[in-house]
């Protein structure tokens, strides 16, 4: 394949690593490789996520949203590079998404394209990380769920509290 033929070309040996990625749930500055910030993850900000990894590994390291590298797996794994919007959502701990036109990320002007769940969908719903109020990600997400559970249960603090937790609970007809 056409990895393999580049691999060839630049005299790089089968099974030596040149480099790696990381998909991270936040905000990313690719250009930077920096990890910005993000609610999921709320005392990392402006980590230099590429920059340690490489000091530690000793090969270069790209970082990019969770969501983002998704889409370009979708993207590799099916061979599709062809001109048009694709759109992927991810739905787990919050609500995230990618977005790429004619075959490559739309990142948008500050990173965030595609990022779903930080979009207001109540205006009387609960704060979110991102600033906003009411956001998808903090009324359907699975921290959602959990958080909803909280609410109604009110489990002690000693009580875990996860969403395989709420989902047994759920099927055993709590």
Do not use: M
């Amino acid at each position: 394949d056409s990895v393999s033929a580049t691999l060839r070309s630049a005299n790089v040996l089968p099974g030596t690593l040149t480099g790696a990625g990381i998909g991270l749930p936040g905000e990313v500055d690719i250009a930077l490789g920096t990890f910005r910030s993000s609610p999921i993850l709320p005392a990392w900000h402006d980590v230099p996520i590429a920059q340690i990894l490489q000091e530690r590994l000793g090969i270069p390291f790209q970082v990019e949203n969770d969501a983002n590298a998704a889409l370009i797996g979708e993207h590799t794994a099916l061979d599709r590079h062809e001109d048009g919007v694709n759109a992927l959502i991810t739905l787990g701990t919050g609500i995230g998404g990618a977005i790429s036109v004619n075959g490559k990320i739309h990142h948008g002007l500050d990173h965030s394209a595609g990022e779903f769940g930080h979009i207001s969908v109540s205006d009387d719903g609960p704060p979110c990380g991102c600033g906003n109020i009411g956001c998808l990600g903090k009324l359907a997400s699975a921290t959602a769920l959990v958080d909803y559970y909280r609410d109604l249960a009110k489990p002690s603090n000693l009580d875990p509290v996860n969403g395989e937790i709420v989902s047994k609970q759920y099927f055993a007809g709590d």
